[in-house]
Structure formats: C-alpha cells, structure tokens
T-cell receptor
Framework: DAGVIQSPRHEVTEMGQEVTLRCKPI?????LFWYRQTMMRGLELLIY????????DSGMPEDRFSAKMPNASFSTLKIQPSEPRDSAVYFC????????????FGQGTRLTVV | QQQVKQSPQSLIVQKGGISIINCAYE??????FPWYQQFPGKGPALLIA?????SEKKEGRFTISFNKSAKQFSLHIMDSQPGDSATYFC??????????????FGPGTSLSVIP
C-alpha cells in the first residue's frame, strides 16, 4: 500500500479564496483524522471519522472549516473563505479501529494564505 | 480534561547520551499511550506505545516508563544518535468509545543530538 496520500503537498492561496485539501486513506482502514500543525498550537485534532461518519468535530476552529468523507477511500477538508491565520501544515491520518491501533499519517499539505 | 502535557519543549543531547522526554495527563479514560516521531517535512510516525497495565516497554534503544498512579509517562532514548534528531510527540487515546481511536497529542519535543 502507498500509505495515506494527501494532495496537494503545497498550496498558496489568497485570503478569501476557497481551499480544498484531499486525502486518500490506507485501504481497509475505517478511521480517518484531520490534524493541523502549527508552531504555536502543535498538532491539533480537527475532526475524525469512523466508517465514513463524522464522530467528533469539536476541534474544527469555526464554520469556515468543513470536512466530508463521501466514501471509505476519500476525504476532503475545505476552508471557505481562507484567512492568513489558517496557514499551517494539515495532516490526514488513518487507522483501523482496535485495541493497539496505529495511526498512519500522510505527508501533509503545507497551506499558506497570503 | 483531554490534554497531554509534555516537557521539555526542546532538548539537546550529545551523541551517546540519554534523551528523556516526560509527559503527564489527567484523564483516567486514556487507555493507550503511543509515542510518535516526526522528521522535518514528514508526517508523524509511530515509534513505540504502551498500555497502562504495563510499567515499562523497551524496543531497541527506546524505552517507555509508565507510572499509572502519578499519571506520568516518559520516553528514554539510550545511546542517542544524530539520526534520532526529530520532534517527538507523546499521545494518549480516549477509551470512552473503544471502537473509536481519538488520539490526543502532546505539544512535542524537538530533539537535537549533536556529534
């Protein structure tokens, strides 16, 4: 398996524009997570899905952020409208629910909002 | 309180020395404590993990020590090498819904091993 695949790797956009980040989890995994990493706040869990259903979105910063998982092999994180403070590295991770589960992270998308 | 505290924020160790990173938590519902290692430009990757019914786990040069009563756990890297230079995250999984895998990360420790 190629691992968790995120696209794009880098995104530079202007303030006010819509940004869509994409994630393909590892085949067979049934949990998917979106994290945001910044120097100030570290690694924050934004939302996680189990069996394509959003379980906990309490980490989503505000209504400008939305995430979907239409099927087991694809998820998106959308920011509309984007703001400079959204600049961060966004990671997608997937795992298989179990006792000693391991979350596998993608390479991340570095988002810069100017 | 779903929070994991981690210290130090950064650490510089000489090659061959012991690196020690400490973490603490409050939520007794945590049931699984993984450590992740992250190199620049990469996503975090699982390094080693422990369950609270075990006081110590060792894998090669990496050892987790776990003190359930104190709600503290630590990572020891023996014979630290320059290749160990990375950011280390302790984490904890919430066991309230055992079929779900919500993992809370500590703020991270940037380790630099100098020759």
């Amino acid at each position: 398996d190629a691992g968790v695949i995120q696209s794009p790797r880098h995104e530079v956009t202007e303030m006010g524009q819509e940004v869509t980040l994409r994630c393909k989890p590892i085949s067979g995994h049934n949990s998917l997570f979106w994290y945001r990493q910044t120097m100030m706040r570290g690694l924050e869990l934004l939302i996680y899905f189990n069996n394509n259903v959003p379980i906990d979105d309490s980490g989503m910063p505000e209504d400008r952020f939305s995430a979907k998982m239409p099927n087991a092999s694809f998820s998106t994180l959308k920011i509309q409208p984007s703001e400079p403070r959204d600049s961060a590295v966004y990671f997608c991770a997937s795992s298989f629910s179990g006792l000693d589960t391991e979350a596998f992270f993608g390479q991340g998308t570095r988002l810069t909002v100017v | 309180q779903q929070q994991v505290k981690q210290s130090p924020q950064s650490l510089i160790v000489q090659k061959g020395g012991i690196s020690i990173i400490n973490c603490a938590y409050e939520n007794t519902a945590f049931d699984y404590f993984p450590w992740y290692q992250q190199f620049p430009g990469k996503g975090p990757a699982l390094l080693i993990a422990i369950r609270p019914d075990v006081s110590e786990k060792k894998e090669g040069r990496f050892t987790i020590s776990f003190n359930k009563s104190a709600k503290q756990f630590s990572l020891h890297i023996m014979d630290s090498q320059p290749g160990d230079s990375a950011t280390y995250f302790c984490a904890a999984r919430v066991a309230e819904e055992t079929s779900y895998d919500k993992v809370i990360f500590g703020p991270g420790t940037s380790l630099s091993v100098i020759p």
